[in-house]
């Protein structure tokens, strides 16, 4: 999961609240109670106490991105036009077929002897049938419909699958950063508890606990400190040995000169 670190500079209030601010802007929840009435009561330095008592974590609002919203509406618009166009040829050939009964009927009775059946007629129209509504004129419009239909469902997947991955990209980036906004407001307000026994109670045990961790580490420090002194006369005594040894050599050496 992406993350982003929220760092509080030196003036932590000012800091905390330009983050805040720009958040609340990104996830657009700028309106939101909990997060107006808890940017005014940093700003003013009124009602930390209470403000404390209220958990950042549960309380931020969650934010809804709508970085996607424009291509999921597209979508689904698109979506809508190629559900109706999927009818269009189904009404055009049932109208072709329809005018193509009124003109074969006009047909026979113009021509009473005449061999041509139905479908020879609708074909060629005989000059009584519209060029418009012959079988393979409405045909061709239907197979570019069907074309129309087939890229319109394309279009409208890789739209709405496109603003779905950047929804939940955005929704991501903003739930990391609550999560910071809500540990940095937290940090803030924690010294600014209402005095109670039990948090008296904590905060003793916590100053008891650093206590002691600290008596432990001076303790390891004199122990080593304490070794180091006790090690110092056997390495003044190796150091008198090497010296002598060095001395003896040297005369050596001398003799075997002469």
């Known amino acids: 999961m992406e993350y982003t670190e929220i760092i509080l500079g030196v003036d932590q209030k000012k800091d905390l609240l330009d983050n805040l601010h720009h958040w609340a802007l990104d996830a ?3 309106n939101d109670p909990y997060v107006v009435g808890i940017y ?7 009602n930390l106490s209470m403000w404390s008592t209220l958990s950042p974590l549960q309380y931020l609002p969650t934010p809804r991105a709508k970085s996607g919203e424009f291509a999921m509406n597209l979508g689904k618009f698109i979506s809508i036009l190629r559900n109706i166009l999927v009818f269009v040829p189904v009404a055009l050939t049932w109208k072709s077929v329809g ?6 009927s006009i047909f026979i009775e113009k021509n ?33 419909i069907i074309i129309l239909v087939i890229a319109l469902s394309l279009l409208s997947s890789l ?14 980036v903003l739930g990391s950063e609550r999560v910071a906004l809500s540990l940095a407001l937290s940090s803030y307000l924690y ?19 650093n206590l002691l961790a600290t008596t432990k580490a001076l303790s390891d420090s004199t122990t080593n400190i304490k070794t180091l002194i006790d090690d110092i006369p056997k390495v003044q005594e190796l150091q008198g040995k090497m010296s002598g040894f060095y001395r003896w050599l040297a005369g050596r050496l001398e003799d075997i000169d002469e």
Do not use: C, H
């Open 28 to 30: 657009e929840v700028e």
């Open 40 to 46: 005014s009561a940093i700003e003013k330095d009124e």
């Open 99 to 104: 005018e193509a009964t009124t003109a074969f």
């Open 112 to 144: 009473n002897a005449t061999t041509v059946n139905f479908l020879e007629f609708w074909q060629n129209g005989y000059q009584i049938l519209d060029s418009k509504w012959i079988i393979g004129k409405v045909a061709e419009i239907d197979f570019l």
């Open 159 to 172: 739209l709405m699958s496109s603003a779905a991955s950047a929804t939940r990209s955005k929704t991501r």
């Open 191 to 209: 010294g600014r508890r209402p005095v109670k026994s039990t948090n008296f109670t904590e905060d003793m045990s916590e100053a008891a606990e």
